[in-house]
């Protein structure tokens, strides 16, 4: 009979856990999952997105003020900038400054905008406009866009610092940081180049 008493009290001395051995290793797997979840915002954030918010009208009817973008830093990886992207990169004065434009001159093209209407390398046919907010009037350039440089334009020209205004009148290449994939906020929407 002793002998059962002592081989019960050893099994519920065994089943009894340890609590707080159990507290810290529960403790310590929220604080692995906490950093996780932390460093792999902080690579997204850094290296796989940019999360933009647009301050002005410049980019109106295609973007509006106070919407919210993801671009994609990893686009231009592989490929350059093309015509017609809409790309996220940092200001020329202040680095911290975002700013929001559509991609119309590539590297090595003369840009030329006459009575507002956009015509690259000397063609006749002006360049596609149908995302332009309202008329838009005016003379600019010919501007010639260095290699590894961009000439950028928002699509409500009238009310839009760009290239066209800017003392470094081009975007490098260095200065982008990605293209724009799609609005999250007020509304979902996908932002194509088309």
């Given amino acids: 009979m002793d002998d059962m008493r002592s081989s019960q009290n050893s099994v519920n001395i065994e089943e009894v856990p340890d609590v707080k051995a159990e507290l810290k290793r529960e403790a310590l797997s929220w604080l692995k999952t906490i950093l996780f979840a932390i460093v792999f915002a902080w690579i997204v954030i850094n290296f796989i997105i940019v999360n933009a918010r647009v301050p002005s009208g410049s980019m109106e009817d295609t973007i509006l003020t106070n919407d919210r973008l993801v671009a994609f830093r990893l686009s231009y990886l592989f490929r350059e900038p093309q015509t017609f992207d809409i790309i996220v990169f940092r200001g020329q ?102």
Avoid: A, C
Avoid at 107 to 118: K, Q, T
Avoid at 152 to 174: I, K, M, P, Q
């Fill in 93 to 194: 004065v202040d680095s911290t400054t975002l700013y929001v434009k559509r991609v119309i001159g590539m590297p090595g093209d003369v840009v030329s905008i006459v009575d507002g209407r956009v015509f690259i390398n000397g063609s006749t046919e002006p360049l596609r406009d149908d995302f332009v907010r309202g008329e838009f009037f005016g003379n600019y350039g010919p501007y010639e866009v260095p290699e590894g440089h961009v000439f950028v334009l928002g699509d409500n020209r009238r009310d839009s610092s760009d290239s066209r205004h800017w003392n470094n009148t081009f975007v490098s290449h260095d200065q982008i940081l990605g293209r724009m994939v799609f609005r999250y906020f007020p509304r979902f929407r996908i932002l194509t180049n088309s």
